[in-house]
């Protein structure tokens, strides 16, 4: 028989697939949080940045240096000597130093820890959202793997019987529009099958990705550790509060609040001019030989008293106020909607008849067998056939939607609850 190019192109994924089975990486959820949180390159990375922030700390914790300078006699014209800076020449030495008033040393000590409690907070918020991308993907594919598993097994066995009814067809047994629609069942079932190989190889590149690591996953899953999924009672208010406390993002949007409200503190320390003080030895150019005096500078101010960025900072926490609570307001609407999702998702589940699908599996089983001794007709095969194929399909789609909602709630609350 002459087999569809997609058909073939099926039997050439399946049998890469088992190649690449080969060099394989079984990991149950855990296991792979555990190389997520050592491997991550991306991690990693950020955690230098938290790094560099409290070097940054440690920058603004410096004194200023202090400022010396020297001058001496290039030429003297009593004596017709060039730089004469001995007994009887000429030389200065000065030194200054800085002196930060009005508390604007702390009050930047105190940005700069703003600045790396923020970028803490960040890389947690990094760290949360990679992780619910991280156990999408793992169930995804798991789920995946099983509809594809129980789908190649169709085909395979459809396969056969096409392949059986081929050879009747041309004994003269059986009209060619049965083995046509036969064909055509096989053609939708292969497309069905591209279609989760290709979800499957989606979510490989985002685990490989995410733990760093070019070996193919196959997730491993105990059955059992799915019943902690469960909605027994979620209390809405309580969920609520759980993500206004753990919420690592809203966490960093009060930081940036009270950074802003530090900044206008530093903006207003900034218009006290700051003190300059310093001491001047001057050997012969002064009223006396060996003049050693003291000085101390300090701008007035009269024109810039840092009035615009003073009035700029004030606008930038009246900003921060309204980020923050529009954040609060995000945070309270996702977790009532990942709530009504996992609710909705539980409800449906539990809706589903267990004797149903049981009772479908075991069905199949003999289907195929009844339809090739002709106690069914090809009208009933074909749409038990379909029937079996799409509920393991929805089966699968609904139980990585389920755990996903679930997740998605762990993930807005900002707490494995599950």
């Not at 700390?57 to 800076?85: H, K």
């Not at 030194?95 to 009050?107: H, P, S, T, Y």
């Not at 989606?202 to 469960?230: C, G, H, Q, W």
């Not at 809706?351 to 001794?373: C, P, Q, T, W, Y």
Request: net charge neutral; aromatic share 10%.
């Amino acid at each position: 028989m002459k087999k569809n190019p997609l058909i073939v192109f099926m039997i050439l994924i399946c049998s890469t697939s088992m190649t690449l089975a080969q060099d394989s990486l079984k990991v149950t959820v855990d296991q792979l949080d555990s190389l997520f949180v050592k491997n991550s390159l991306v991690l990693l990375a950020e955690k230098y940045n938290i790094d560099a922030q409290q070097f940054l700390v440690q920058q603004e914790r410096l004194w200023n240096n202090p400022s010396i300078s020297a001058e001496v006699s290039a030429y003297n014209w009593d004596n017709q000597s060039a730089f004469d800076a001995g007994r009887n020449g000429q030389k200065i030495f000065t030194a200054e130093q800085l002196i930060l008033l009005a508390g604007k040393r702390d009050k930047r000590i105190n940005m700069a820890r703003f600045d790396a409690q923020i970028t803490e907070q960040e890389f947690y918020s990094l760290t949360r959202v990679l992780k619910f991308q991280l156990r999408s993907s793992f169930y995804s594919l798991y789920f995946s793997q099983r509809t594809v598993n129980a789908l190649s097994e169709q085909f395979k066995a459809l396969d056969e019987t096409i392949n059986t009814m081929d050879i009747q067809y041309r004994k003269g047994n059986i009209p060619y529009g049965d083995l046509m629609r036969l064909q055509a069942l096989q053609f939708e079932l292969s497309t069905l099958l591209v279609e989760h190989r290709y979800r499957i190889e989606e979510d490989l590149k985002s685990l490989r990705i995410l733990i760093n690591t070019a070996s193919v996953i196959l997730p491993v899953m105990n059955e059992n550790s799915l019943k902690k999924y469960k909605l027994d009672s979620l209390n809405a208010e309580a969920l609520i509060e759980i993500g206004l406390q753990n919420r690592s993002d809203l966490k960093a949007q009060q930081l940036y609040l009270e950074r802003s409200k530090m900044n206008y503190r530093l903006q207003k320390a900034l218009s006290v001019p700051d003190l300059r003080v310093g001491g001047v030895y001057d050997q012969a150019g002064s009223y006396i030989q060996n003049y050693v005096g003291v000085n101390v500078a300090i701008d007035l101010p009269v024109f810039n008293r840092n009035q615009g960025n003073i009035r700029a900072a004030r606008a930038i926490i009246e900003k921060e106020e309204l980020y923050y609570t529009n954040k609060q307001l995000e945070v309270r609407n996702e977790i009532y909607m990942s709530i009504r999702k996992a609710q909705e998702s539980e409800n449906l589940y539990q809706s589903v008849d267990k004797k149903f699908a049981n009772g479908l599996e075991k069905i199949n089983g003999g289907i195929l067998e009844n339809f090739r001794k002709k106690n069914i007709s090809l009208i009933e095969f074909v749409d038990f056939f379909q029937t079996y194929n799409s509920v393991v399909n929805q089966l699968n789609e609904l139980n990585s939607r389920r755990i996903d909602a679930y997740e998605e709630l762990n993930y807005n609350t900002g707490k494995e609850l599950f």
